[in-house]
Every structure is written in C-alpha cells, then in structure tokens.
C-alpha cells in the first residue's frame, strides 16, 4: 500500500509564501508524475501543478510565475513553492501520484489526505 503525506500547509497572510511537502511511502518500483491539486470550499478540485519524473512541469494558469513545483526522486517528495499568495489561493491542497508497483506493471493513481492553506487579506 502507498501512502502519500503532505505538509506545510497553514494561515499566511496575503503576499506570503508557503512551502508544501509530499511524501510516498510504501512498496513500489518508481513513481512517473507527481502532482498538487486544491479545492476550496464550494468549488470543485482544480489542477495546481504536476512534475513528471524527469522534471517537466505543468501549471494552472492561475498560479503560472507565482508557484514552483519540484522534486527529490530519492526522497519519493515533491514540493509546492507557494509565494505572492492571494486571498484566492486559500484550500485544501492535495498531492497527487502515479505510482508503479513493479517495473512490468501499470501505474496507479493516489491522494494524500490534504493540508489546509488559509491566506488571509
């Protein structure tokens, strides 16, 4: 079993920045893309970022030049560099992985339980 868990998440006012963390722990072979979701109360989950394995990243529009995604392969961690946050930016965000459990097989998806970022104006 895979279990992913985030921190770093809490109250910052707006301007701040924050530091989110994912950790995968478990038995498995490789894990191919990791990613950050959010979701705010009311509003469905959205897309923050994703890195694949080999470091290509992908962002939401909406926080393109104010967030940074990145990776430790060895450490199965990805982070989320959150700055200049908004008001808006405020939601539970959630990582995101597609894990191998052996080289021959497919991937799987996984959730962590969610860290709750609250940025206040």
């Known amino acids: 079993q895979v279990q992913l868990v985030e921190t770093g998440g809490g109250l910052v006012q707006a301007g701040g920045s924050l530091r989110l963390s994912c950790t995968a722990s478990?038995?498995?072979?490789?894990?191919?893309?990791m990613g950050w979701f959010r979701q705010a109360p009311g509003k469905q989950r959205e897309l923050v970022a994703t890195?694949?394995?080999?470091?290509?990243?992908n962002y939401a529009d909406s926080v393109k030049g104010r967030t940074t995604i990145s990776r430790d392969n060895a450490k199965n961690t990805a982070y989320l560099q959150l700055d200049s946050l908004k008001p808006e930016d405020t939601a539970v965000y959630y990582c995101?992985?597609?894990?191998?459990?052996?080289?021959?097989?497919?991937?799987?998806?996984?959730w962590g339980q969610g860290t709750q970022v609250t940025v206040s104006s």
């Open positions: 995101n992985a597609n894990v191998r459990p052996t080289v021959s097989t497919t991937t799987y998806n996984y």
């Open positions: 478990g038995s498995f072979f490789s894990i191919d893309q």
């Open positions: 890195i694949q394995s080999g470091g290509r990243t």
